[in-house]
């Protein structure tokens, strides 16, 4: 279990979050909803270890996270699928989905854990030999999920999955979340379409400007007049 308490974190004088304190259950589904600058990004990047807390406690499985390499938080069974999807454009799909696994040791599992992605992700079996710049955007958004998994890892943090992405391909990729959760994998999810993150979720949190001024289950959001009127539209 990931529990964060009383955590801020600054950039540059301007508070980014303000003390905000929650947690995600092993197995479990979790979303941040917020509009831009929520500070929805920051609390990923700083639970894995890219951006500097000024105080707070982020425990991962009763160890402290502040304060700990990159890698070691890769190692500990963290993986970011980073906003913007960041593949590796000039190499193939295999080559990146490899890079994802450059921590691990256990070669004959790392061939397998890449057929179990190539089975999450046909096309991405289809392009194996494809470089990853010539993908569409929701095909390089499966790689930078695939790429993510092959680290093992226990939690997957996705930073705005759905943006930018043609509808239809939203839902393929929703559907990708439910099963990667399916197969034993803690999900924390941010994201600026909230109805179909709301929807996935277990547990979800709403972030206001660095505070979190809501939580419940993804349905109790979804039915929260507040949470509609400012997140979903008046008349959804």
Known sequence: MLSIK??????GGIKALRGISLDVPDGKVV?????????????LRTISGLVKAESGSIMWNNEELIGK???????????????????????????????GAYLRKDKEQIEKD?????????????????YAGTLSGGEQQM??????????????MMDEPSL??????????????????EQGVTVLLVEQNANMALKVADLAYVLETGTITMTGTGAELLANPKVREAYLGKSN
Do not use: C, H
């Not at 454009?89 to 890079?99: F, G, H, P, S, Y």
């Not at 790689?143 to 997957?156: D, N, Q």
């Open 6 to 11: 009383d955590l801020n974190v600054n950039y």
């Open 31 to 43: 979303t941040l909803i917020g509009a831009n600058g929520a500070g929805k990004s920051t609390t």
């Open 69 to 99: 390499p990159i890698d070691a938080i890769v190692t500990s069974g963290i993986a970011m699928v980073p906003e913007g999807r960041r593949v590796f454009a000039d190499l193939t799909v295999l080559e990146n989905l490899k890079i």
């Open 114 to 130: 890449i057929q179990w992605v190539y089975d999450l992700f046909p096309r991405l079996k289809e392009r194996s030999w494809q």
């Open 143 to 156: 790689l930078a999920v695939g790429r993510a998994l092959m680290s093992k890892p226990k939690l997957i």
């Open 164 to 181: 930018g992405l043609a509808p239809l391909v939203v839902q393929d990729i929703f559907k990708i979340i439910r099963t990667i959760n």
